[in-house]
């Protein structure tokens, strides 16, 4: 395992997420300690876990899509098409000698 420091960006993207995750599950695990049991208040936790849940899916999937966006351009590629290549390059993705 390496000791690589992260990119700052990737830290402050990790961080924003971070900031979400933490306080959401921790209101989750109070409203699901209270011990009410009637249809309405299952309905507004649910529906709050649900929300929570499509923010939070968004947000990792951003995350992994900017990963690999920026895993591509560090490379000298397109991120949508990576199997194209610049020119002067071959089909294998080296400089030609």
């Known amino acids: 395992m390496s000791s690589t420091r992260a990119n700052?960006?990737?830290?402050r993207r990790l961080t924003r997420i971070a900031y979400?995750?933490?306080p959401f599950m921790l209101?989750?695990?109070?409203?699901?300690l209270f011990p009410f049991d009637s249809l309405a208040?299952?309905?507004?936790?649910?529906?709050?876990?649900?929300v929570g849940a499509i923010i939070f899916g968004v947000w990792?999937?951003?995350?992994?899509?900017?990963q690999?966006?920026?895993?591509?351009?560090?490379r000298g590629r397109d991120p949508k098409h990576?199997?194209?290549?610049?020119?002067?390059?071959?089909?294998?993705?080296?400089?030609?000698?």
């Open 8 to 11: 700052p960006e990737v830290r």
């Open 20 to 22: 979400f995750a933490v």
């Open 27 to 32: 209101v989750s695990l109070v409203l699901q």
């Open 41 to 50: 208040w299952q309905v507004a936790k649910t529906v709050f876990l649900l």
């Open 60 to 66: 990792v999937t951003r995350f992994s899509l900017w």
């Open 68 to 74: 690999r966006d920026a895993y591509w351009r560090q």
């Open 82 to 97: 990576p199997e194209r290549f610049p020119k002067g390059q071959g089909t294998d993705g080296q400089r030609p000698q």
